[in-house]
């Protein structure tokens, strides 16, 4: 039949529509992955301690197409023997001065393996060229121990292509891994910081990462009281209960520990979420784009004393009827632990 296509010709046919559509289907963008730690142990075993495992990696050099970064974070049991504790836990770079910059915090499930995804594209500015990495896990237990040989902790970080006015641009570290004693009136829980900024337009917010620990005190804190907490940064103020109280439902059920109970913003087997406060936009000042302006930040936890601690003029209220002196298992110091940052994107 005249002008019937042939198999070669109806191929190439094809072809040519491909083309002429693909030019205007949006693309897939592109990608990069870095495998920071693979199956990396973390355990504590008579005087070898790898609590803390130190790595470097290569990151992606500055790119401002990149706008999105996405780690992978899994946990698995060495020969098949987790830790059979619940366990704080943390992710971050170390900078060249040794200052420790946390990203991600979690808590271990009893006795099972793990695995989360969180966004960490608030960090991107942090996370180009080399860098050094860590992994902290607070175990106690290693190979052989009756109660698991600890971790096998692998974490991969993922580079996505995007809108470049969603990347973030600037990373302003205000507290990290700021471990804050509650309860005891001789030591403040309110932490300040004064810093400088460079004036620019554009977006800000604060991400805040807060988890209560401690047990058997006044009113069973820090892990199983909700208190509520506050951020404050150029003349605005935060406010909000530190509280998760679906662990029952959100976490793995087929962990082996009391994972029901609520805590202190926190679950055994879950990543913690943090806590994002939007400080809207900022316009262009119009002095000198070289003056820098003083911001004042401010951290605080609602008022509480804790009248089951060593020192306290009368011993009371301890929860599990424990004598006031800490013993490391029933009755733990009360405490949170405090990262925030500021961060801007145009």
């Known amino acids: 039949m005249k002008g019937r296509l042939d198999g070669t010709g109806f191929i190439l046919w094809l072809g040519l529509i491909g083309l002429f559509f693909g030019a205007w289907l949006p693309q897939s963008q592109a990608a990069t992955e870095v495998l920071v730690a693979q199956k990396q142990a973390v355990y504590f075993k008579n005087n070898e ?7 470097s990696a290569q ?11 996405t780690l992978d974070f899994s946990l698995q049991c060495p020969e098949g023997r987790c830790d059979a504790w619940d366990r704080f836990g943390t992710f971050g770079i170390v900078e060249a001065s040794g200052r420790y910059l946390e990203l991600f915090r979690f808590m271990t499930p009893y006795g099972i393996g793990s695995h989360w995804t969180a966004d960490l594209s608030d960090f991107l500015p ?16 290693g190979p052989g121990h009756p109660q698991g040989n600890g971790w096998l902790v692998t974490a991969n970080l993922r580079f996505e292509e995007g809108d470049e006015e969603q990347r973030a641009i600037f990373v302003q570290p205000l507290l990290s891994l700021e471990e804050i004693v509650y309860g005891d009136p001789l030591k403040a829980t309110r932490r300040e910081r004064s810093l400088d900024v460079l004036p620019r337009s554009g977006s800000a917010r604060l991400h805040t990462l807060i988890t209560g620990h401690g047990q058997g005190n006044a009113e069973n804190c820090a892990e199983f009281c909700p208190k509520y907490h506050s951020l404050s940064l150029a003349g605005q103020s935060f406010q909000q209960k530190i509280w998760r109280d679906n662990c029952a439902t959100s976490v793995d059920s087929q962990q082996h520990g009391n994972y029901r109970p609520s805590r202190a913003g926190w679950c055994p087997g879950a990543q913690v ?3 994002i406060v939007d400080l809207g936009r900022e316009s262009k000042q119009s002095q000198s784009s070289q003056e820098a302006m003083s911001f ?9 004393v804790n009248s089951c601690r060593p020192d306290a003029p009368r011993c009371e209220a301890c929860v599990f009827g424990t004598s006031c002196q800490y013993d490391g298992g029933f009755h733990t ?5 405090v990262s925030s940052y500021l961060i801007y994107r145009p």
């Open 126 to 141: 942090l996370l180009e060229g080399n860098q050094t990495f860590r992994i902290f896990i607070d175990t106690w237990v």
């Open 333 to 337: 110091e009360a405490r949170y632990f």
């Open 49 to 55: 301690n790898r609590r803390q495992v130190d790595l």
């Open 273 to 275: 979420e943090p806590w």
């Open 59 to 69: 990151l992606p050099q500055h790119n401002p197409h990149l706008v999105k970064v």
């Open 296 to 304: 004042a930040f401010q951290y605080d936890v609602e008022a509480f």
